[in-house]
């Protein structure tokens, strides 16, 4: 290709409004552009890019004997009113009506209606299949940002396995995970596999993939020890147990004027926090629930959804808490309480002698024991997990990192092949049904998340197994013998399979040196006419922005023997 | 690829409801199913298929400098709006509201996208560009038919050219052009390039691409000898000219009871077809008019609507009709009409002693001369071309033929580069807006014109440039000397770069044979005991369905040679 005649509309200047790295790198050198909020145009550049990718991703899935099928983006609604998921997907998933007045969903995600073409297997002898799309997925995110990080529609690679039995489910999501670890190894990703939640996927495990970056919008806790890694949603660490000295034989009530927050209690009162019982209002599935954890404690709402099996949660407004406890956030407590659901952390079982609100304004109870005093209606581990407590496992500081989720597999059990009465005519001559799994990869978000981990300040650095070309050669001077040996060279890299840019546009050294960078070509070859009668040539690796000498002659091997390596 | 690990559910009985034979035969050889009317899912080898239709198509592309980027589907309505289409597209677009009740339109096609994009190239030295993507349309059909020929959700190739003045979009046009020659030559597509109408496109000039097809829905008009050909929304023929007698100097009423038709005109009163006027009354754009017809031409609606540049027709209906012209159809005219607008069609110019309604019910109107006697507002060409009518170049008797349109390329003017206010800085200093083309074509469509071209009763008879597979390997028996054949004979042909696959699996040579047929692989080598025996083994042409006996150690070479003829 010849830089003369592609578009790539480089910006001199940082691009308002980008907040992450990868976003204002990618408008800056050219690769996209915004139509509206969550939907971007790919540039010549950026369609090289995630070509590549797609087609590690499809090396990778053929590898592991997956099929590829495209599947229409537009749904009846009632393959999803089947799953229930119609209702759950809620205000991110984007409807419309046709001509006809029919319900039609926009595809956010690809399990129900896989199964549907699935209902066409009829034996066990037909199991296992893998199969698997590239294709636009469309999400009404609430806030779409950072760029191709969170948008409102992008191509995402899904896969789906059916299987006679959980042995089967198993093998099939070791497959995709071993895949999804080549793939982000070749993507010069370094995705961390961490444990996650399932959320309105369902089923009974899911792992995700998170790529570190400050543009993340997820936390994961890490042990650099034993290797345990976990999204916050699904972490747990250990906590000490607590010695709680006796107290009275009744919570006894004390005036606080003034206290409003766990440290107002903890300041005035002499009530350590890890003492408090925080009393939180929570609405799931429209119920009202008392969420109780230890006043230094943070609640994972993702944690109450999955503990309860609620499928929303939203905290109560004031009125609805003063209405069913007679107080307001501040003075909010548990004790007697018998109407709502309490459900509590973990961390507050055998707890004794404790601090929490009285349910009358600016009114607290102390000497509260939580198994005497409070009616629980059920425990669960509720709580994030902070940098530096110990793992679970081996006791080592946890590491919190944020991350961009780049892939997620989840197996997904009886959820979509039950709700869709997909069975099979099993070995012994009775229908089975098949169990599922599904796995994605989100194009886009691979391709900033890529950018995000190689980039420096003159801008991108591609890794070569993804760089819109390997290499660029730019010509430095118009004589006739310059440009001959440049045109030379460029031959020879094409003819030697290698992706080269030519870059013969009419601008200055400096300019064309500077767009290389930003773009972020791996190696860059400098063609003037003092290194062609010296008969050596300047070759620049991007990563290191280390220049070497190569003789002319041994350009194009050089350059080969860099990109294969 | 093994057929034992490819998802291919082929059916032993043809499926109800195909109506066209391409639907037919991919639904019955496993590569197509239906969600819901129009939108329907590619399976492996359908993918497959289109992988190699797309591969031609950017390899055409990129031939002529086009570069491919990748826009978004979901449009913000403001844009179309601007261009007037928000209101003309009705109800073939599919639109929604977003969670914060934001119109949005899914892209139909995207002349005003694209030409947002362009709003930042800054001078006359930024063009030309030729812009192009593959990416999934949205068009809420009213009558989705035909297996992949007629859907509502479909991959489109669609190219957008700017340039700097006319001459430039000549210059892109018939590149363009060119390469749809070059295209559906490699496809396998015997299109034949016609004149056709821009309708809601707009511009000055437009060629669409069509395969013949008894499953087609346009008609077109070509010549045998001259080349001229048109799509019958276009086309033109020789009338020939009437020499009729004077009439009288009025015209004349007389009952005609019970005439409703031309028919019943010309039987029972002499009224032969071509005196007679035929009296149409339709609403363009809301605006009740008289169209004019000879009484034995049929009226084109996209012509009138081309020539008066309306936006919608329709119709009018029987009370419509009566309130207007005080009678109803059967015995409508023109003559004394003052008030709602008269469109003729060309071929009524001039004739004189006519026959036409009297705009009473059951009488009629003899010795009627149209310019004497009928206030004719406009004349068009109005009139539908008929087989065998003289060609209007040459004289020759003109072919009709249904076609499906595969692909469509337009000279769209200032249009959108002027509603969306797109200028670059001109060489002389002013402001120039820029001048567009646009190209389509359907993808699905054409694999499924590739099939109506090429099959027999026995299946679909892939074009190799396309074909799922080039070449498969059957193997008969099981015996180990005859697997041992077949693998090393499948390991060389992967090795030499041939697309092949091996079909290992347990059923009867038939039924491996009839699949093979039915899902249209050209070449077939069957492995059986008796052949690796003997050294040689049989080499099928599916198009022919003759067989060659090759050497066994020649089988490589003699499969390479065909499939790279």
């Known amino acids: ?109 690809h399990e129900e209606i896989f199964t549907t073409l699935a209902l066409e297997l009829r034996s066990y002898r037909d199991l296992p299949q893998m199969w698997y799309q590239f294709q636009t997925k469309f999400r009404d995110e609430p806030r779409p940002k950072s760029g191709l990080i969170r948008v409102r529609e992008f191509t995402m690679k899904d896969a789906y396995s059916f299987d006679v039995d959980a042995t089967g489910l198993d ?19 370094p995705a961390v596999a961490v444990q996650a939640s399932s959320g309105s996927m369902g089923g009974s495990a899911s792992v995700e993939f998170m790529c570190p970056s400050t543009a993340g919008e997820d ?18 660490s250990r906590v000490e147990a607590a010695a709680d000295e006796a107290g009275p034989d009744a919570p ?17 009162f002499g009530a350590p926090a890890d003492r408090q019982i925080k009393t939180l209002v929570y609405l799931l599935d429209d119920e009202l629930t008392l969420v109780l954890m230890r ?30 406890l007679g107080a307001l956030p501040g003075s ?20 004794r002698n404790m601090f929490t609100g009285a349910n009358v304004d600016e009114v607290h109870l102390r000497g509260v024991d939580v198994s005497r005093d409070i009616a629980v209606g059920s425990w669960a581990d509720l709580r994030e997990v902070v940098a530096g407590e110990p793992c679970a496992n081996c006791g080592t500081g946890l590491e919190v990192l944020r991350t ?32 599922m799994g599904s796995y994605g990869i989100g194009v886009e978000r691979a391709l900033a998340a890529a950018v995000e981990t190689h980039h420096d300040d003159a801008g991108i650095v591609w890794p070569v197994s993804i760089a819109p070309f390997a290499v660029a050669v730019v010509v430095v001077g118009k004589d006739e013998e310059t440009v001959a040996a440049a045109e030379r060279l460029y031959a020879e890299l094409q003819a030697a399979g290698v992706d080269v840019i030519l870059d013969d546009r009419a601008e200055r050294p400096g300019v064309k ?32 922005r280390e220049t070497e000498s190569v003789p002319l002659d041994a350009v194009s091997a050089r350059v080969r023997e860099l990109v294969n390596q």
Chains 1, 2 share one sequence.
């Open 171 to 189: 093998t099939a999501f070791d497959a995709q995970q071993a895949a999804y670890v080549r793939i982000f190894e070749r993507l010069g990703i």
């Open 1 to 109: 290709m010849r830089w003369s005649r592609l578009y790539v509309p480089t910006l001199r200047q940082d691009p308002a409004d980008a907040d992450a790295v990868s976003h204002r790198l990618l408008l800056r050198a050219g690769y996209v552009r915004q139509l509206m909020a969550g939907h971007y145009t790919l540039l010549p550049l950026a369609v090289r890019v995630r070509t590549k990718i797609v087609d590690i991703i499809r090396e990778e899935m053929s590898r592991i004997g997956a099929q590829e099928f495209s599947l229409p983006a537009m749904h009846p609604a009632e393959i999803w009113q089947k799953t229930g998921r119609w209702d759950v997907m809620g205000d991110e998933m984007f409807r419309l009506r046709d001509r006809k007045g029919a319900d039609i969903a926009l595809g956010m995600t």
């Open 295 to 324: 006043g230094d404690h943070g609640l994972v709402e993702q944690k109450l959804l999955d503990a309860t099996g609620a499928r929303s949660v939203r905290p109560a407004h004031p009125e609805e808490i003063r209405e069913a």
């Open 219 to 236: 936390l994961i806790v890490r042990c650099p020890s034993c290797g345990y890694a976990a999204n916050v949603e699904k972490a747990t």
């Open 404 to 435: 961009i989720e780049v892939g997620h597999i989840f197996k997904l059990g009886y959820k979509y092949s039950e709700a869709l009465d997909l069975t099979v005519l099993g070995a012994d001559g009775t229908r089975v049904t098949p169990i």
């Open 252 to 268: 006894e009530q004390f005036p606080t004027p003034g206290v409003r927050t766990i440290a107002d209690l903890a300041d005035g």
């Open 513 to 544: 040196f500077a767009d290389v960078e930003l773009i972020g070509i791996p190696f860059r070859v400098t063609v003037g006419s003092r290194g062609v009668k010296a008969g050596a040539l300047e070759l620049t690796h991007r990563a290191t």
């Open 332 to 351: 909010l407590g548990a004790v007697g309480v018998s109407g709502p659901r309490i459900v509590a952390d973990e961390a507050l079982r055998g707890r």
